[in-house]
């Protein structure tokens, strides 16, 4: 008969007890509940895990609420995190935005949880750290504080009660500039947009009509964008999505989108149903299990710290505001706070 040596039985109990410590996956809470719940990202290398609206993002980076060219609104909802690359492209997009095409700078909405995810209100996507929503609103003239990041609200640019009806005078100057700039980038895989923004564009572009292809009429999308970035380059666990159509999608789609067939009600069966209608169960909440498996690190990793390389150096401060007249004090300081230090003095 065959013994275990002393040293490996010792290992195989140990193995056995860490375990047993490790905390057991909860697989029956809802994973929009699960993902809501980690205020720092996991501590592993950043990747992005699953698509776009099932997944999970590994590592994330923090976006600095206050940049050159940017605020972070709705700092209570902590979601500026995602992958490296999208904070990297954020800085780049704000600054070329308020360098090159003359935007004051970007009011940026939500990003991701830290750990990606699920979230329990407002979207589908924003799951892996690769969308961003920006407000079609230019930054004003001053540093916001965090309260008014809190309240202030998104002007919308359609007509109160309609579907994509655009406001005539509420069209931010220069936002079809801002729009083709996002568009240029080759990591951006997508822009989604009201319906009435992309008519407006298509007919407004003039000769040069390829970037209009990554603008994509959607739902809702009357107060922000959403830009998407492509799969990174050697994110093996994250799935892409199938590229869009040839073409400037200014015909058929489009046509199709402004018809207002997308927000009918399915037509209603013309035969009365045999038996007596069961009322219909909404479907179980999504739960770990439905998510890709990764995603059970991902929620379980130790705290990391989420400090990206950044070009700008947040922990400088915002500085003077570029945009000029007005700009005085930031009445939110230096926060930038990831690693618990230099905490809120703001309102
Ligand atoms: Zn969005």
């Not at 780049?92 to 308020?98: L, P, V």
């Not at 801002?178 to 951006?188: D, G, I, M, Q, W």
């Not at 400037?248 to 067939?261: A, V």
Request: net charge positive; glycine share 10%.
């Amino acid at each position: 008969m065959r013994t275990i040596p002393i040293a490996a039985a010792f290992s195989l109990a140990l193995l056995a007890t860490s375990a047993l410590a490790a905390e057991k996956p909860d697989m029956t809470t809802a994973a929009k509940v699960l993902f809501s719940r980690p205020k720092l990202p996991s501590d592993q290398p950043p990747h992005p895990v699953g698509f776009y609206a099932k997944g999970c993002l590994a590592g994330g980076v923090q976006l600095p609420i206050n940049g050159p060219d940017w605020q972070v609104m709705r700092l209570s909802r902590n979601r500026n995190w995602g992958m490296p690359q999208l904070v990297a492209f954020l800085e780049k997009f704000a600054n070329d935005a308020h360098d090159k095409d003359g935007w004051p700078g970007l009011l940026v909405g939500d990003m991701s949880q830290p750990r990606g995810g699920p979230m329990p209100t407002g979207h589908a996507s924003h799951q892996i750290g690769l969308d961003v929503d920006i407000w079609y609103d230019p930054m004003p003239s001053h540093w916001l504080s965090r309260d008014e990041r809190e309240k202030t609200s998104a002007s919308s640019l359609t007509k109160a009660g309609t579907h994509f009806d655009m406001l005539p005078d509420r069209w931010p100057k220069g936002l079809e500039k801002v729009l083709k700039r996002a568009a240029s980038y080759p990591e951006v895989e997508r822009i989604f947009v009201n319906p009435g923004v992309k008519k407006r564009l298509c007919e407004t572009a003039g000769a040069d009509r390829d970037w209009l292809r990554q603008l994509r009429p959607y739902y809702l999308h009357n107060d922000h964008f959403h830009v998407r970035l492509r799969c990174p380059a050697g994110a093996t666990e994250c799935t892409h999505q199938a590229p869009t159509a040839a073409g400037d999608g200014c015909g058929k789609d489009l046509d199709y989108w402004l018809s207002g067939q997308p927000w009918k009600p399915p037509p209603k069966p013309t035969k009365p149903p045999e038996k007596p209608v069961k009322p219909v169960k909404p479907p179980p909440p999504l739960t770990l299990a439905g998510l890709p498996k990764p995603c059970i690190d991902v929620l379980y990793a130790p705290d990391g710290g989420g400090k990206p390389a950044y070009a700008y150096d947040p922990l400088a401060g915002p500085g003077p505001l570029k945009a000029g007249a007005g700009g005085g004090a930031d009445p939110i300081g230096k926060v930038i706070g990831r690693d618990g230090t230099g905490a809120s003095v703001g309102n």
